[in-house]
Structure formats: C-alpha cells, structure tokens
C-alpha cells in the first residue's frame, strides 16, 4: 500500500500521485461501505440495462421519448462506472494511490459524461415540449433523424470544453498537500491543492458549469413553463392527468440531478466543505442514477405494460 504524502514545502514538481481519501475516516465500517456500493453499482447496472433492452425489444416503445431514455441510462452505465468500479477498489484494497493521468482521465471522463446528461436532460424535456404543446407534428418534427442528431450532439457537445478544462487544471502546480479528501477526482478538491491564485481557473469551473448546467437547466424550465400552461388549457381532467403523468417521471429526475450538481459546481470555493461535497457528489453520481430506473419504469405505464407483457411471455 502507497500513502506517501507531499508536504506543502515540498517542490511541486514532484507531485506524480494523489491520495484518494475517500471514506478512510470511517475504518470500522469499510466493508459495510464495500457491499452497500457494491449492491448499488450492481443495481444501477441491472436496473438501467433493463431499461435499455425492454425500450428495444418491445414495439409499442419505439418512439422517441424511449430513444432518449435508452440513451439515458446508456449514461447512466458509463457516468457511475467512471467513480464507483474506483471506490471499490479503494475500499478493497485499501491502497487510495491514484496517477496524475489516471486522477485527470476520470476527471475528465466524469465532466464530459455530466455535460452530456445536462444536454440529455434538456433534449428529453425539448422532446415532452413538442408531444404536449405541437402533437399534431410530433413525429414530423422529432423524426429518427433528429432525434439521432439530438442524441448525438448531447453525447458529442462536450468533449471539447471539457477536454481543455482538464488540462487547463492539470496544468497547475500543486504544492498544499497530495491528498484528495474525495472519493474521486473532482474538480473542487483537486483545485484546493493546486499552488498560488486559483481565481481565474476558479471563475473558468464557474463559466463552464454555466454553460453546461445553469443553460439547460434554464432551457428546461422554459420548456416546463410552457407545458404546465397548456396542459392546464386541457378541457378533461383525464387529458390533464395522463400529460402531467409523462413528465413528472423526468421533472423529478431533473430536479434530483440539477438541484445537487448546481449546489457543488456553483458555490464559491470558500463555502466548500469535504463532508458536503462528498455527500452531495454521492447523491448525483450513485444515488440518483440507482433510482432512475425506478422512477421512470414505476411511474411509467407503457413500460410497466411492457413489463408485463415480458413477464407474460416468459
């Protein structure tokens, strides 16, 4: 096991290495923490894949909404898999030693995969705004092409920015300590090691997370805005119920997801604290993406019908 620590006085050059600290304040419950993530990586791997495969086998799922919600939780698999596999084996092993490239790769993996899912978020409620607010060419206008476009622009859009913003951290010198109190390679605990006046690279995390947070976010409300006004012009209750029941299911994700990412990213640096940001990571990168299966299958019924239907046939 590697814990060499880097003192402050220490040449900042020879930082090759960061120590991941993770849960190591809590020894006595390591393999309670080991199975607990264990049996929710495996419940998010399950519960996602379930979704995929059933959005695919089955016809009456072949519109767009569950295109988007495929590829949804296509990012769910990889967005978990870039932290959790990483703190298993942390616990495991109980060697926290973690590279420089390997610290910035998943670093850079995770903030790509966090854009991609505010873009996701932000096509899925564009998508809801057509059905509820112009059914009459929902399919003319959210036709294969452009939902491929859409989904692909999501996934692509930013890597770009992202990539630069990684070697734009990496590329300070870090001489406060080696030891990242996180569970993964994030950017306010790496810039808290980082040397000197972090301000300009400060207000870059806050201009990025902007972009690709606060705008979708935004672009997400304006389309809720404007659902929520025409399902209330609906002239049933029964019309009114089954259009707010095909957004509650994304509204509620959207909120989970946003909400805790908003409050990591867009704090100033002084009001962060190790304890809140792990527990707020812990919260959009594990807890909700175990949960989104659910919410989207049991308040769902088309794939609850679905389901059943599979059920049946077995």
Same mark, same amino acid.
């Given at each position: ?102 610290? !910035?790769?998943?670093? &850079?993996?995770?903030?790509? /995969?966090?854009?991609?899912?505010? +873009?996701?978020? %932000?096509?899925?409620? $564009? ?115 089954? !259009?707010?029941?095909? &957004?509650?299911?994304?509204? /509620?994700?959207?909120?989970?997801? +946003?909400?805790? %990412?908003?409050?990591? $990213? ?49």
């Amino acid at each position: 096991m590697q814990h060499t620590e880097v003192r402050a006085e220490d040449n900042a050059s020879t930082v090759t290495h960061f120590l991941l600290l993770g849960f190591s304040d809590l020894p006595n419950i390591q393999g309670f923490l080991f199975g607990m993530f264990s049996i929710m990586y495996l419940m998010i791997l399950i519960g996602n894949s379930f979704i995929i495969v059933i959005t695919r086998i089955d016809p009456a799922l072949q519109k767009p909404m569950y295109f988007f919600l495929a590829n949804f939780s296509s990012l769910e698999i990889c967005y978990v898999s870039v932290t959790l596999p990483r703190i298993l084996f942390n616990i495991s092993t109980q060697d926290r030693s973690i590279s420089m490239l390997s610290c !910035a790769t998943q670093m &850079c993996f995770f903030l790509m /995969l966090g854009a991609t899912e505010c +873009f996701l978020l %932000a096509v899925m409620s $564009y998508d809801r705004y057509v059905a509820i607010c112009n059914p009459l060419n929902y399919h003319l206008v959210m036709n294969p092409t452009k939902c491929t476009q859409l989904a692909a622009g999501s996934w692509l859009g930013g890597i770009p920015v992202q990539i630069g913003q990684t070697c734009q951290i990496f590329s300070l010198h870090f001489c406060n300590s080696n030891k990242i109190n996180h569970f993964f390679c994030d950017l306010p605990p790496i810039l808290k090691l980082a040397c000197g006046d972090t301000s300009v690279h400060e207000l870059s995390v806050y201009l990025v997370a902007s972009l690709f947070v606060a705008f979708p976010f935004m672009l997400i409300l304006a389309s809720y805005a404007k659902i929520i006004t025409t399902i209330l012009k609906l002239p049933t209750a029964t019309g009114r119920a089954k !259009a707010f029941s095909t &957004c509650s299911s994304h509204l /509620l994700v959207v909120f989970l997801f +946003f909400g805790s %990412a908003t409050i990591t $990213y867009l704090r100033p640096k002084s009001t962060h604290s190790p304890g809140t940001d792990k527990l707020l990571s812990l919260f959009y990168t594990i807890v909700t993406p175990m949960f989104n299966p659910l919410i989207y299958s049991l308040r769902n019924k088309d794939v609850i019908a679905a389901l059943r239907k599979l059920l049946l046939r077995k």
